[in-house]
């Protein structure tokens, strides 16, 4: 009983800390894993995390109609901050997300500028191997794009289809 009680202190202490999205540690070599829509709006709530490796694991449904789905007022990942200004705000993302050939459906933003999947994507940021599918984008600003807002990073092997629209500065990436 002795070792027993410390021995189970110490895994209810260290587990909760290790377990976040669906696995992985957020190295190049070992990936968080995104499965999920919550892992997916986990990430965009962790701006700590924008630096770290991603791999989408499953296809995600974001359709607003499912149970616990949502339209989005901001980009889901790396968002602005502060509608007042016309600049981004927010923290861009500058890590690398793989969608390993999944894709993200029916995702639904209606908000100001720097909207889509990810509102920013820094000068390091890479996003590769996405489909986006049946998006709707609708901003009354500039920076509006299906995937990315505003890009000053890397896309290749991706794609989106739908609705994207803003003032100025729109494209379906």
Known sequence: M?????????????LPGQAKYSGGTGEPNDPYQ????ADLIALGE???????HFIL????????NLPGG???DRAV?????????EWSEGIAFTGVFDGGGHTIQRLTVMGGSYLGLFGELGFSGRVSNLGLEAVEITGTGSYIGGLVGDNSGSISSSYTTGAVSGSSNVGGL
Do not use: G
Not at 5 to 11: F, G, I, K, V, W
Not at 34 to 37: E, F, G, Y
Not at 57 to 64: G, H, K, Q, S
Not at 77 to 84: E, G, K, R, V, W
């Open 2 to 14: 002795k070792t027993l009680a410390p021995l189970l202190l110490t895994c209810l202490l260290v």
């Open 34 to 37: 995104i499965a999920t829509a």
């Open 46 to 52: 962790t701006p700590e995390d924008y630096d770290k």
């Open 57 to 64: 694991t499953a296809d995600i449904d974001l359709d607003p």
């Open 70 to 72: 949502k339209v989005f």
């Open 77 to 85: 990942i790396a968002p602005d901050t502060n509608d007042a200004t």
